[in-house]
Every structure is written in structure tokens, then in C-alpha cells.
């Protein structure tokens, strides 16, 4: 199998730690720009999911993505040195950012700058979107997000706590306001 | 297919930055990923903007500076993605970390006045005369040493923002920020007086 896409703007191939399912779709290899994961796996998502244009994986050495099937990521940015797990039927908006903290930068390309690696060296940090979550347009999830299965975050939201299943959060900070099913 | 379809140099870092108008001033040892960050900048200051040593800056970040304004980025600042909106002075101060999505404007752009703002989208038409816009306020943006500015957030005119101070990701701030202080929220508000 080829490691490059046909359809790409960007002349690299995919990393090889990253798994593309059956008939997902990545909008460039631009999206790994900024990508050091040095795990076994550091990207793998399911069947059926679309990457599109905007989608970054801004990951450390230690980033950990999986993306189930059926995703939409219209453009989020996932900054990480610790795992973020994507359930199924996730659809993710514009402009959302996933990160361990809330003062996340890139990968640092090598280079060694003291400041940075001190936003970016939490190794335990963990984000969850469980299954059929929805995340609103320019949502902030930081390490402790775990947003229960057909939940909604409001956009704009920010959170960084357990979200029950079937709830609404919104606000700055996140708050639940809402129960969509009991 | 392995051939680029594309000049991939200017959204790589490595294009050359003397090609920048002579207004811009690079510090030693920076690392501009994209070129682009540039494409709305039209200062006719000089300097209409100074970057000092060993600044990084990312692909999302954005220089939109008015013809009025000047802007500076001190020594060793990490910009992942700012996008600052300048008609008057943004000055930022050394080591300042700034993440994604943030912006940051010394003015509104706009008059409040609800005639003057139909005046200003009759101005700003595409075939509409600029030089008929109504005036707007400007108030310069200072943001000290050490500062980090979470995911998000925005800082609006006149605000300074204190050394070592951090900005929580979303927070919209439109007063000042004391030095040391963690301030979260919209509108924002002092979380813990100081983190130091």
C-alpha cells in the first residue's frame, strides 16, 4: 500500500505509525506537520472517517491518537503527549483543540527550548470522546475530558471534567446545562 | 505519487526571510514556518514589526498590521498560533508562549456609533472608498515577560497583561491582567492572584 495520498498538495508520505481504516479519507500529510509520535501506533482510526482540511495531530514523542469509524474531523487540532481516544460516530467542528494543557504548542521539531517542554512533557494526560459525541465549533478539551457517549459540547465550550452520557456542556468555564435523554 | 505538486518552502520554514519587506526586522536563529503569516501585513512604520532572537512561529500564526501599526516580539517566544490584529502598537515581551487559536487586536476596527458603522460598510464595500471609513479607536496591547496564553483566548485593546501572568484557554479579556496573576473565562476573571 502506498504511504502517500493521491490526492495530496503535500510531497510526504504518512508516518509510518499512523493506520488509515478502510475508506477514510485525509484531507493532506500536511496534518502530520508537526507530528513526533514515536509510539507502536500513533495514529489509527477506523473505517469510514473523514480527516478534512484543518485536521492537525500536533503530537510529542509519547502522543497516542485513535479515531473510531464513522468520524468527522472538520478541522480540529490535537496537541498531545498522552493518549486521546475518538469513539465512533464522533463529529468534531471547526476549529475545536484537544490538549493536554491549556497553553499547548506544537512539537518543538527537535529542537530543545526548556519553556516549552514544560507545557508539553505530561505524559499521563488523557482525553476521552466517547461514542456519537458531538464538539461544537471552537470547543477547548484539556487532560481530564472524558465526554460521555452522545453527549453535546456547546461550542466554544471549554472542558476539562467528566461529562455525563447524554448531556449538554457549555460555557467558559464548561458547565452541564442540559440532559438530552434519561 | 511521491512529486510535489506544490513549493512546499513557504509553509515549511525554509524560504528566505530576507525576502520579507524591509520594514520587518528577524532576530537571529528564528523559525517562520509559514510565509504567509505575512500576507496582510502592510505597516508603513519602520519598524512595523521586530522579532528578536530565536522567535518561533507556527503556521497559523497571522501579522495583521494596519499601515499605522508597529508591533514587536521579544527574544525566545514560542507562537503557535496568534492572530494579531494591529493599528497602533502590540507589544509582546520575551519568552511569551502563545497557543493556538488566539487573537489578539489593539482596536475594534469598527466605530460603535450604529450611523458611522453603516458609513463604514458602505466604506469598506469592495468597490467602496476606504478613505471615506469613519475613524476608530486604537489603545496599544502590552503583553510582559513570561506570559502564557492559553488555547482561544482573545485580548482585546488596551489591555496589559503582567509578567509571568497565565491566560487561561477561552478567556476573553478586556482589562488588565496583573503580573503573576492566572485569569480564566469569559469574561474573564483572576482564578489565583499568583502562581509564581
Known sequence: MSRYLDHDWFPESLPENVELGERTWLYSTYAFRHFQSRR???????????????????????????????????????????????????????EVVIADTFAALPGILGQNISAASEVHQSQKARIVIRENVWIGARAVLLDGADIGEGAIVGAAAVVDFHVPPFSVVAGNPGRIVKKIKS | MSQAKYDVEPVTGQWDYDSLPSNIRVGQHCWIERRDSFGSFRSQQDPGLVLGNRVRVYTWTTFNVEPTGRMEVGDDCILAGPVFMCAERIAVGQRVMISYQVTIADSDFHPIDPEERKRDAVANAPFGDRSQRPAYQTRPVVIEDDVWIGIGAIILKGVRVGRGARIGAGA?????????????????RVAHEDIT
Do not use: K
Not at chain 1, 491518537?65 to 471547526?94: K, M, P, Q
Not at chain 2, 479579556?173 to 473565562?185: E, H, R, Y
Open chain 1, 40 to 94: 507502536t501506533i500513533g495514529l489509527r482510526t477506523g473505517h469510514d472517517t473523514g480527516l478534512y482540511n484543518g485536521t492537525f495531530f500536533d503530537l510529542g514523542p509519547n502522543g497516542e491518537v485513535s479515531i473510531g469509524d464513522y468520524c468527522t474531523l472538520v478541522g480540529a487540532i490535537i496537541c498531545s503527549n498522552g493518549r486521546v481516544e475518538i469513539g465512533d460516530y464522533a463529529f468534531i467542528a471547526h
Open chain 2, 172 to 188: 476573553v479579556l478586556t482589562s488588565d491582567v496583573p503580573p503573576g496573576a492566572m485569569v480564566i473565562g469569559n469574561p474573564a
